[in-house]
Every structure is written in C-alpha cells, then in structure tokens.
C-alpha cells in the first residue's frame, strides 16, 4: 500500500484522531492544512444511519449552494431544435441531438453535467450502461431532465449540486474551494447539510447523522461535532 507524502503525514500530527471539533474549528484546520499547490476542494462525508439496499432508505436530492462550488462545470444538453439553442444562448458548453448520442456512445467523457429534454430520454435512455457509471445519466428528481434546459443550464452553472447515498451510508460532496472564506464555506455546508436532513427517510431507525468529516482534497479528515452543526442526539 502507498504511504501518504510528506505533506499529508506534516498535516495529519495537527489532527487530533479522535477529537470531535466543533463546525468552525474544522473550518479553519482544513483550510489551514490546504497547502498543496493547486486551490483544493472543500469536501464534506456525512455517514447516515440507513440501509441503501432498500429503496425507501435511499437518501439523495439537489441543493444550490449560495456560494457555488468554485469549479467550472462542463455542461452538454441533449436536446433537437430549437430547444439546443436555448441551451447555448443559456451557457450550455454544448448542445445538440444525433451528433451527441453517437460522441457519447464512443465514449467521449469531456462533460461533467447532462441535460435531457423528456423527448429525448427514450434515445438517450439506451446509453445508460455507458452514462449510468460515470453518474451522468439525467434524472427527473435532479432536474436534469426538463423542457426548461435554460433554468436548468443556469442552475448547474451557479452551484447546483446533486448528492447521493453510496452503498455504505455515506453522502460525500464538495462544496467549494479551500480558497473560499469560512463564511462562504460555513454557507454552504449548511444550506448541503439541511437539505441532507430534510430528506431524511421516514423508516430510517435510530441514529441519523452517525458521523461528518471535512476534509480537503489532498488532506486528512476532521471529525465535527454534531452538536456544532445542530444535530440533536435523538435523530
């Protein structure tokens, strides 16, 4: 197994292992330890008390950070005329039908958001094997998928992100740039934080929030008190 670099061990020792700190405390020490030399992501690991194989336990949805997440994000709309127009005037990166279904079916990964018109879903449907693993498959409930593509161009652009509950419990996101001030940080982590709260399974049992990490992109984890972040001890 790969040791961690010099950088990573410097930044772990000012890390207590097993010390819960509280929500800005863990702000400024992931901040503080972002030293590599590209500005890192501001990422967040909640781990939720529910079973993702049952379907009522899933936990996912949308949130549009106040602050937007710092990254510039490719954007392609799946979509015929003139609908594909909007979406360019709108500041989609690239817009399209037939063209696009046979790019993406060769493999062509230059994009990280896809949008779809509902009429389309039925062609663009079929790459789901070649889509559905990279996590760019449209989806109503994200609201990739809409006639709307101008509103959703604009969404995805200003920081709207989609998260997800992976198969061990955990939601992982990155919600800005270590770059970004602890106020904008703090915003964002909380408008992310109570939209994962709200969409809290009414069968989930038990203890929901079981733990929340920050953490930088090249940096170690720091635990958060859950207190900190509001989180009562009964949920």
Known sequence: MKSHGKRFRAAAKTVERNKEY????????VKKNAKAKFDESFDISVRLGVD??????????????????????????????????EALEAGADHAGFTEYLEKLQGGWADIDV??????????LG?????LG???????????????????????????KI?????????????????????????????TLFQSIMRAKPATAKGKYVKSIFFSST???GVKVSEQSLGVKSEN
């Open 22 to 29: 509280s929500f800005k405390e863990a702000i400024e020490l």
């Open 52 to 85: 993702p194989r049952k379907a009522d336990q899933l936990v996912r949805g949308t949130v549009s950070l106040p602050h937007g997440t710092g990254k510039t994000v490719r954007v392609l709309v799946v979509a015929k005329s003139p609908k594909d127009k």
């Open 114 to 123: 896809i949008i779809a018109t509902p009429d389309v879903m039925g062609e």
């Open 126 to 130: 079929k790459l789901g094997r070649v």
């Open 133 to 159: 693993p990279r996590g760019l498959m449209p989806n109503p409930k994200s609201g990739t998928v809409t006639f709307d593509v101008a509103k959703a161009v604009k969404e995805v652009k200003a920081g």
């Open 162 to 190: 989609e998260y997800r509950v992976d198969k061990a419990g955990n939601v992982q996101a990155s919600i800005g740039k270590c770059s970004f001030n602890a106020n904008q940080i703090s915003d964002n982590v909380n």
């Open 218 to 220: 090249m940096g170690p």
